[in-house]
């Protein structure tokens, strides 16, 4: 009896020291890749639009600056994937407007500061973030670039 005891008190010590389980490939968060839109990925009629990265030129996000209805575009992993406009918040300086797809797996939050505007153009300059969820991993992206008609 008492070696029953000894060798389960042994168990139970051996199970406390061993350092936890590393956590498996569903736990870990996972990343994603946001690449720039080609011109015919972009099927918007009207006042577009168009967000870059920060310093950069190319588009990688693109959407209808409606109000109500609004469609956009990304491209994710090598998918071109379409949003519809799921709210819209702010006033003329500051805009928040988030995007899903049908099967929200995809979310975007859009958070703009309005900049200069160009009448000649019909144009008006924006910055801000975007903050892209994916598949439950989120990244958050500087970007810039406006609203044209």
């Known amino acids: 009896m008492k070696r029953h005891v000894f060798l389960a008190m042994t168990l139970v010590s051996l199970a406390a020291c061993q350092s936890p389980a590393a ?6 968060s996972q990343s994603f890749s946001v690449q720039a839109l080609a011109e015919n990925d972009i099927q918007i009629q009207g006042c577009t639009r168009t967000l870059s990265r920060a310093g950069a030129t190319d588009t990688i996000f693109a959407e209808d600056g409606v109000d109500q209805g609004a469609k956009g575009f990304i491209r994710i992993d090598g998918q071109l994937i379409t949003v519809g406009l799921t709210a819209n918040a702010g006033d003329e300086q500051h805009t928040t407007r988030n995007f899903a797809d049908a099967n929200h797996a995809v979310e975007i939050v859009e958070s703009l500061t ?3 505007s160009h009448e000649e153009s019909d144009s008006v300059e924006e910055s801000g973030a975007l903050a892209i969820t ?7 992206i500087q970007v810039e670039g406006g609203v044209a008609c």
């Open 114 to 116: 309005t900049g200069a």
């Open 134 to 140: 994916y598949r439950g991993a989120t990244q958050t």
């Open 23 to 28: 956590p498996t490939s569903a736990a870990r």
